[in-house]
């Protein structure tokens, strides 16, 4: 079965950096549009960006845009997001999530696989 697993979660101050890796097994990973979503306590799980299955095209969240970037590599069947000039109000569990049906979409609904999620913790 289709298995997503993130890494690289912790503790930074605020202005920092973090990678967030998730590999991806049990099925060809150029099949998928990958995304990241994060939620925050409290709050809904919300669209931070997507890659196309081939990479050539991403999608950022207006508030992340110029500060995160979305990655992936077929041979390592992994997708990446680092993320730059980190804000406290970031802080969130981060999940990576797989789409297989055609196209790609910012709704949280269209993707049918998900990580476990990383927790990233931005401190003042």
């Known amino acids: 079965q289709v298995q997503l697993a993130e890494s690289g979660g912790g503790l930074v101050q605020a202005g920092g950096s973090l990678r967030l890796s998730c590999a991806v097994s049990?099925?060809?990973?150029?099949?998928?549009?990958m995304g990241w979503f994060r939620q925050a306590p409290g709050k809904e799980r919300e669209f931070v960006a997507i890659i196309s299955r081939s990479g050539g095209s991403t999608w950022y969240a207006d508030s992340v845009k110029g500060r995160f970037t979305i990655s992936r590599d077929t041979g390592k069947n992994t997708v990446w997001l680092q993320m730059a000039s980190l804000e406290t109000e970031e802080t969130a569990v981060y999940y990576c999530?797989?789409?297989?049906?055609?196209?790609?979409?910012?709704?949280?609904?269209?993707?049918?696989?998900w990580g476990q999620g990383a927790q990233v913790t931005v401190s003042s």
């Open positions: 049990g099925r060809t990973f150029s099949s998928f549009a």
């Open positions: 999530a797989a789409r297989s049906r055609l196209g790609v979409t910012t709704a949280d609904v269209g993707y049918g696989y």
